[in-house]
């Protein structure tokens, strides 16, 4: 009986065609699928394995560090250090860049990643996500240096996530469209469920933390304000609104049924002298590249994320996201501000 494609065997036939392919970056992408099948292993089991709660640790940024943070984070290392294929791993939960040990052959593709995204949600059983980039190392024969992270998004080679929500599913894209596999738990393979993901250009529903709406810049505040009047106001329609509190979830619902999803710039961030929520290189680079994979857009409110130049590893910025007519709009007013 055929199953179906796996993600395996997509990814080799997608990368037959590519030039000058050498194998390596095919197994890296399988090493990130290994990884994020063992992550979900471990978030299916939950308190059944003692895996929930707090691990006692903060991470760079002064949050406190859930178990499965750091055990999805030692996964993905685990998964990843040995095959010679990377030059060196940066993680939103580590302090500095992860250097591969001494007894490892090393590779030429850098991985960034967030290993458990929106893991305030693990103890109360809501979908949480694996987030993780591609770049491709500099020619150079030396070890590689934080520096060599601070790439703009453009210079993505692939990006994606697994999302462990009903069911676990990763989303991919090696800047050829994007795909979507459901993970069959019977036979341990995610199977092609979803080719050629697109966000519908138009949306009525819009996800922001609207707690945070009296910090908001005036743009974002106007675009907020015009679709809760609905049909009253100058969109003439109706809005929905959802709010997750989890990147990949409401970017995979974006994905399927197009939306905007905004962490934007506030006051009280301002005042704090951060950049922003999300981290450039390990939430908002891969899922630009994703959303803009699917024909979506991804900009700070001004700017095009993927076109910044990182001036750290860990730098936050502004994340406005999704359905290109409701994404160029809030650009606009942006500009207009
Ligand atoms: P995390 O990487 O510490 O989990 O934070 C990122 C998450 C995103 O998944 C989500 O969009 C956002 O934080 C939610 O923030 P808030 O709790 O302010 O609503
Ligand atoms: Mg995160």
Not at 305 to 320: A, S, T
Request: charged letters at 20%.
């Amino acid at each position: 009986m055929h199953h179906g494609t796996t993600i395996t065997q997509f990814i080799a036939e997608e990368q037959r065609h590519a030039p000058g392919a050498t194998g390596q970056f095919t197994a890296l992408l399988n090493d990130i699928v290994t990884a994020c099948k063992m992550i979900s292993n471990q978030v299916n089991h939950g308190a059944l394995i003692g895996a929930l709660g707090s691990a006692g640790s903060e991470n760079v940024q002064g949050e406190t560090q859930k178990k499965l943070d750091v055990l999805s984070n030692q996964m993905f290392i685990q998964c990843t250090e040995w095959s010679g294929h990377v030059g060196a791993l940066a993680s939103e939960e580590m302090d500095e860049i992860y250097e591969i040990p001494k007894a490892y052959p090393r590779g030429r593709y850098l991985l960034t990643f967030d290993p458990l995204d929106g893991s305030s949600n693990i103890d109360v059983n809501v979908s949480v996500g694996t987030i993780f980039s591609i770049l491709r190392m500099a020619d150079t024969d030396g070890d590689a240096t934080e520096r060599d992270f601070l790439k703009a998004g453009t210079e993505q080679v692939a990006a994606g996530y697994a999302l462990y929500g009903p069911s676990t599913m990763m989303v991919l894209t090696t800047g050829n469209g994007v795909n979507g596999f459901t993970l069959d738990q019977n036979i341990g393979e995610f199977i092609l469920t979803h080719p050629n993901m697109t966000i519908p250009t138009d949306t009525a529903e819009f996800a922001i933390n609207a707690s945070n709406g009296r910090f908001w810049e005036a743009p974002v505040k106007r675009y907020v304000d015009e679709c809760l009047v609905g049909k009253e106001g100058p969109r003439g329609k109706d809005f929905n609104m959802r709010w997750i509190a989890s990147m990949v979830a409401e970017v995979h619902r974006i994905l399927t049924r197009g939306g905007v999803f905004m962490y934007p710039m506030d006051s009280k961030m301002a005042e704090k002298g951060q950049g922003g929520k999300l981290r450039l290189l390990y939430e908002a680079n891969p899922m630009s590249f994703v959303v803009e994979q699917a024909g979506g857009a991804s900009i700070t409110g001004k700017q095009r994320i993927m076109e910044m130049q990182p001036e750290g590893l860990h730098q936050r910025v502004p994340v406005i996201l999704g359905s290109r007519n409701e994404v160029e709009r809030l650009q606009g007013y942006h500009n207009e501000g």
